[in-house]
């Protein structure tokens, strides 16, 4: 059961949306995924990204997020952070994504990282390289942040499961796969899975990225 619990996260559950509004304001879960799986975006085509035949050959789940952003690949090795918390900021969806994002780089420049620029919407890059993707959902002023933090993966599943994407960032110049993305490990910074998850849980676990909403005065 905790395992199929991991499994799902990433995609959106309505019911763990209405728990922050009735239990708490803030939750985040950072894990490791445990199986392959493409996920798409609430709007990505699948015939248009996903190599669907190799995906059905090799066993391999294809499920849709509510949230926007492209098609991922989640593996062993890549780092899920699902954010979700209240948010009295106006729908800038780059704004909330940076908020995280900023984080993210500062506790990988702690952990000995550099060369790291968030690129794109919502992507941030080592060297120029996509090391993480990440998308965002909001409703009212509830928003759930997910990203993809690739560690140590195995970035040739990209290649065999996803098409070169119809929509690319500007800096990513019409690069493939392979040229594209990289590791942590991949570019020489072999931090420890656990050590990378305690950090990153110390960085999100108890303090929210964005700015609550006002509460309304009594009688208000």
């Not at 997910?146 to 960032?169: A, I, T, V, W």
Request: charged residues 20%; aromatic residues 6%; glycine residues 10%.
């Amino acid at each position: 059961m905790e395992e199929e619990r991991k499994n799902n996260r990433f995609h959106l559950d309505a019911l763990v949306l209405d728990r922050i509004h009735t239990e708490c304001t803030y939750a985040c879960a950072i894990y490791e995924a445990s199986r392959i799986e493409v996920v798409l975006g609430r709007s990505s085509n699948m015939e248009g990204d996903v190599h669907v035949h190799n995906c059905l050959a090799d066993g391999v789940p294809i499920s849709r997020r509510s949230g926007g952003g492209g098609t991922v690949v989640l593996a062993p090795g890549v780092i899920i952070l699902s954010i979700a918390g209240m948010s009295g900021l106006p729908f800038h969806l780059r704004e909330h994504m940076h908020a995280v994002n900023r984080r993210i780089i500062s506790v990988l420049e702690e952990l000995g990282a550099s060369g790291l620029s968030i690129e794109g919407i919502s992507d941030i890059a080592l060297g120029g390289r996509k090391i993480l993707g990440s998308s965002l959902y909001r409703r009212r002023d509830l928003v759930l942040y997910q990203g993809s933090l690739l560690l140590n993966p195995d970035l040739s599943l990209m290649s065999r499961y996803l098409k070169q994407p119809q929509k690319q960032p500007e800096y990513r110049r019409e690069r493939p796969h392979v040229e594209f993305v990289t590791s942590l490990h991949g570019s020489g910074y072999m931090i420890p899975t656990s050590e990378l998850i305690g950090r990153l849980e110390a960085e999100f676990g108890q303090s929210s990225p964005w700015s609550p909403p006002p509460t309304n005065p009594a009688g208000g």
